[in-house]
């Protein structure tokens, strides 16, 4: 295992207010000196790819600075973006086109009422006013959905948007619960995840486009994603290393324990040697449930989530992660 991609949080600010967002939103931008140094140190260990993420990277003040620095240093970069100030990223991403790998939109509906009741009026044509531009200046873009009870029966749909918009993909995803009410209201059953993962795999082969699932239930073994394989290092926009780009600032969580290091205080090689240790407890302890049969490890992103103690509210910590963790 070694180490291939930064995800990178320039800032928790964010212009939405999505109610199934996991993130707490804050007022906090990372420092552009912090970000020059762990790029240069990741660079030493292997690191070649990174994606920024919010909040919404459009409101980072020195965002122009970050894509040069990052394409002088021989990166090949992401951004996640709602889409609302498109027309602000778009001359940077341009400017950068040689180091620009990919262009995510986050969409919730292929409908636009159902699109905008989510993020609000406008949203939608925002989005895809961002995809048309992208396709007239050869960006290669692709959608994320976080999939819940209000969208997952029109998969096909969203999926056959982004064939016609001339997307290259789309990322489904399960949401990740930050209340009880939202768990009850929006959160897929097993089955219907199951479904809806089986639909993703269908989609794949059917149309001209890639379709995926991020860090699916069908993937049972311990190294289910990039993190745990510690091929993947976030960092959030205080600097800190999370063992997961999910994990950081979850909503209604004050439990730091996916947190590894912070690097205002240490160098990125030592934070990476907490990251590996963490990333394979995690692994482990995933492994270990799977053997049990515990069903939530069958959801590696709902057991991660469980286990670092990001949902109290459900009150069912894992007992041995409280005495035995990092």
């Known amino acids: ?71 002088a240093l021989g990166y090949r970069y992401a951004v996640v973006t709602n889409g609302w100030h498109f027309d602000r990223l778009l001359p940077l991403l341009s400017r950068t086109r040689s180091a620009l790998k990919h262009v995510f939109f986050s969409l919730d509906s292929a409908s636009e009422p159902q699109h905008d009741s989510v993020r609000g009026k406008g949203s939608y044509r925002r989005i895809m006013g961002g995809a048309t531009s992208c396709v007239e200046h050869n960006l290669p873009f692709s959608f994320l959905v976080v999939v819940n ?90 600097g800190r290393v999370s063992l997961c780009c999910q994990l950081a600032d979850y909503r209604g969580s004050t439990n730091r324990k996916d947190i590894v290091a912070d690097l205002n205080v240490v160098t990125f090689g030592t934070a990476y040697a907490g990251f590996l240790s963490l990333a394979l407890q995690q692994r482990m302890r995933r492994n270990n449930a799977l053997l049990s049969g515990d069903p939530m490890a069958k959801h590696p992103c709902d057991f991660c989530v469980s286990t670092m103690g990001k949902t109290e509210w459900r009150g069912k910590l894992d007992p041995a992660y409280t005495t035995a963790g990092a």
């Open 1 to 71: 295992m070694s180490l291939k991609k930064l995800v990178v949080e320039l800032t928790n600010i964010c212009n939405l207010q999505c109610d199934y967002c996991f993130k707490e939103a804050g007022t906090s931008h990372l420092d552009i000196g912090l970000l020059q140094r762990l790029l240069e140190e990741a660079r030493s260990w292997g690191a070649s790819k990174v994606t920024y993420t919010g909040g919404e990277i459009a409101l980072y003040p020195q965002l122009e600075e970050v894509f040069q620095r990052t394409a």
């Open 149 to 238: 009870q209000r969208n997952y029966q029109e998969m096909q749909s969203l999926a056959e948007l982004v064939s016609r918009l001339g997307g290259k993909g789309v990322t489904f995803g399960h949401m990740l619960p930050t209340s009880n009410t939202l768990d009850q209201q929006l959160s897929l059953t097993d089955q219907q995840r199951r479904s809806a993962e089986a639909e993703s795999r269908r989609l794949n082969g059917l149309l001209d486009i890639i379709v995926s699932f991020s860090a699916s239930a069908t993937n049972e073994g311990s190294v289910c994603c990039e993190p745990l394989a510690g091929r993947t290092v976030s960092v959030d926009c205080r």
